[in-house]
């Protein structure tokens, strides 16, 4: 199993950036995807974002050309660039190792709010 612990989450008004990271208990350079879902208030939890061991990336629509991830497979971690962020961003953020682990971290709390 590996442990995933996210941070960088916090308060930011509407058009402002963060960046989250996600620290890996263990190697990741196995795991063919590494990913950032994302759970609203009162909804399910979405992919926002998933990055491949070989390059492959894909983003939930509503972020595409605003939030960028990336992996670094020699310190273990991923990141998620969040830029021009909307209230709608608010939500827990949470890292996803995929197989064979599938874990997750507790999560990081993302406010958008003026």
């Known amino acids: 199993q590996v442990q995933l612990v996210e941070s960088g989450g916090g308060l930011v008004e509407p058009g402002g950036s963060l960046q989250l990271s996600c620290v890996a208990s263990?190697?990741?350079?196995?795991?063919?995807?590494m990913a950032w879902y994302r759970q609203a208030p009162g909804k399910r939890r979405e992919l926002v974002a998933r990055a491949s061991n070989n390059g492959y990336i894909d983003y939930e629509d509503s972020v595409k050309g605003r939030f960028t991830i990336s992996r670094d497979n020699v310190k273990n971690t991923l990141y998620l660039q969040m830029n021009y962020l909307k209230p709608e961003d608010t939500a827990i953020y949470y890292c996803n190792a995929g197989l064979p682990y599938d874990s997750w971290g507790p999560g990081t709390q993302v406010t958008v709010s003026s």
């Open positions: 263990a190697s990741i350079s196995s795991i063919y995807y």
